[in-house]
């Protein structure tokens, strides 16, 4: 599986500038082209700085002290540069607002930024966008100025802005946390179809009951470390986790509270909404 | 103190017509969650509430105040605002002076101030870090600190935008214990979520927005059954709602005691 890999993490310990213990402690993962992985954890637990490292902000931005290996597709962070890296990797922040550049008075010139800056020709340039807005529901945006819109659409063009370079890994840290719920499904299944062609996800998320719907994979980390990983079934519903102050899903806090009453028959808690109608039907 | 709008509508400079004929009444105490899609006007809504917009035409009251009437300074005596995003109103070098900052500018005696402060700090679990700057804890305990620099104001009514956005299962909790002693001391609570099942954990009454107007405003219970009216809102009921509903459940379940309690008298909970 490693040679497989396109994102290869070794040994990587990571410490931020100015503090005394590493954000990031022994982290081995390996991502295959196509795989939708997701990384949960409680805040503090080094979401952020994981994807940040994936996308080569760290430590070519945030400087500090790394040791182990970074690559994708092959190259090694450490011996490229960061605007060679943001051709294959690609990262969606928390927080729009550290995104949208600033520079340009509307969406669809927003959107085309960054490919202006790889030399994208003009006519091309047009049909990714609007390809790309019409993937995640924006196309009715374009005119407006990234400025005038609500958290949860600015979040819809800071990830419209990623899709649109095409990256072979999208990384992207709670793209969704400030959507509404149908809108937060509809992102989902978008970033499951990239996946679906072949793009490689990593997603920072608290939302579990639709990690467990999407994933292919959970990483489940705690001060800097991967804890658990495996299918989302089995790591969601995990006592482990709970017990480190881990999200669950209602479907599972109930069916584990039922059990104890004996209203739960099933071996397997539920994550999902179908497994928890399936468990309580019977 | 009530909060009253009537016919409130309000466009953007830029002609966008963001909120249209709103008429509401929300009573002294009461624990409102406003819910949604995005642009579907709820933060324009609450900002209306203290002064930070104004009609375009219709009127807002709080109290016996008109906010076209108040000066922005002024309706924060009434109206608190913990706004989404920490990091627009926090500016101080640490977490004391930060939110001792509300009450000593509503002009509050010194001491009062201390013990508003002490409080809010306690509330917030934020008594081990007065003296820290807010910009080195992390983004998790700056949205404690914006809440408690709010609730330090001693307003009657405390809005919230979104505060549970980005927070892990750990905070969640401490903001829902924070909502529930404000409720305790019969404070007003409007908060705009996302968070759908924390919304039915926490709130008796539920407005639903879309496209500047109200969808839907009643019980919790009464919001959060009507399936296919907030999915044109983009909303989801919550997640044990949906289960109940897809299991036959009579009543419309909006948390986990609810479910059981449903679950256990049907004929499958006996068995």
Request: glycine share 8%; aromatic share 8%.
């Amino acid at each position: 599986m490693e040679d497989m890999a396109i994102v290869n993490l070794k040994n990587v310990t990571y410490r931020y500038p100015l503090t005394d213990s590493p954000a990031l402690q022994n982290i081995n993962l390996q991502v295959i082209e196509g795989e939708f992985v997701s990384v949960v954890g409680p805040n503090g637990a080094g979401k952020s700085t994981l994807c940040y490292t994936i996308a080569g902000f760290v430590p070519h931005f945030f400087k500090g002290e790394i040791s182990g290996t970074v690559e994708v597709a092959g190259v090694e962070s450490s011996k490229s540069s960061l605007h060679e890296w943001v051709l294959n990797v690609g990262l969606a922040f928390q927080n729009p607002f550290n995104q949208i550049s600033g520079a340009k008075y509307t969406v669809f010139e927003e959107l085309a930024f960054g490919l202006e800056n790889i030399g994208v020709p003009r006519e091309e340039m047009k049909i990714r966008v609007e390809e790309a807005m019409k993937l995640t529901g924006i196309s009715d945006l374009a005119d407006r100025s990234p400025y005038s819109l609500s958290g949860g659409q600015q979040q819809r063009v800071a990830l419209t802005s990623i899709l649109v370079m095409q990256p072979k890994v999208l990384v992207l840290d709670e793209p969704t946390s400030q959507m509404d719920p149908i809108g937060t499904r509809e992102i989902f299944g978008v970033i499951r179809t990239m996946a679906e062609k072949g793009m490689t996800v990593i997603l920072a998320e608290h939302k579990v009951e639709w990690i467990a719907e999407f994933a292919d994979r959970v990483i489940a980390l705690h001060d800097g470390k991967i804890l658990l990983e495996g299918i989302p079934q089995e790591v969601l519903t995990s006592d482990f986790l709970l017990d480190k102050g881990f999200g669950i899903s209602r479907y599972t806090s109930t069916a584990r509270e039922a059990k104890k009453q004996g209203l739960w028959k099933k071996d397997k808690l539920p994550v999902t909404l179908d497994e928890a109608v399936e468990g309580f039907a019977k | 103190m009530n909060i009253e709008t009537s016919n409130l509508q309000f466009s953007y400079p830029t002609g966008v017509q963001a909120l249209r004929r709103i008429s509401l009444i929300i009573e002294s105490g009461e624990q409102v969650a406003i819910v949604g899609q995005n642009g579907a006007g709820k933060t324009t809504l609450v900002k209306h509430l203290n002064g930070l917009l104004q009609p375009t035409s219709g009127y807002v009251r709080i109290g016996d105040w008109d906010t076209k009437e108040q000066s922005v300074a002024k309706l924060a005596r009434r109206v608190g605002y913990v706004f989404q995003n920490p990091d627009e109103q926090l500016f101080s070098k640490n977490v004391g002076t930060e939110v001792a900052f509300g009450p000593r500018n509503l002009g509050y005696a010194g001491k009062q101030v201390q013990s508003l402060v002490y409080d809010a700090l306690a509330m917030t679990e934020l008594s081990d870090k007065t003296e820290t700057n807010p910009y080195d804890l992390s983004a998790t305990w700056r949205k404690m600190v914006a809440l408690a620099s709010v609730i330090a104001m001693d307003t009657d009514i405390v809005i919230f935008d979104e505060p549970t956005t980005g927070q892990d299962a750990a905070n969640v909790t401490r903001i829902a214990n924070v909502i529930k002693v404000l409720r305790e001391r019969g404070k007003t609570v409007i908060t705009i979520t996302h968070d759908i099942d924390f919304c039915a954990e926490n709130f008796e009454r539920v407005i639903a927005m879309t496209q500047g107007k109200i969808l839907l405003d009643g019980k919790a219970n009464e919001v959060l059954g009507q399936e296919e009216v907030l999915a044109t809102t983009y909303v989801d009921p919550p997640q044990l709602t949906r289960l109940g509903k897809r299991l036959g459940l009579p009543a419309t379940i909006k948390n986990q005691d609810e479910f059981l309690r449903a679950y256990a008298s049907t004929n499958r909970g006996k068995n």
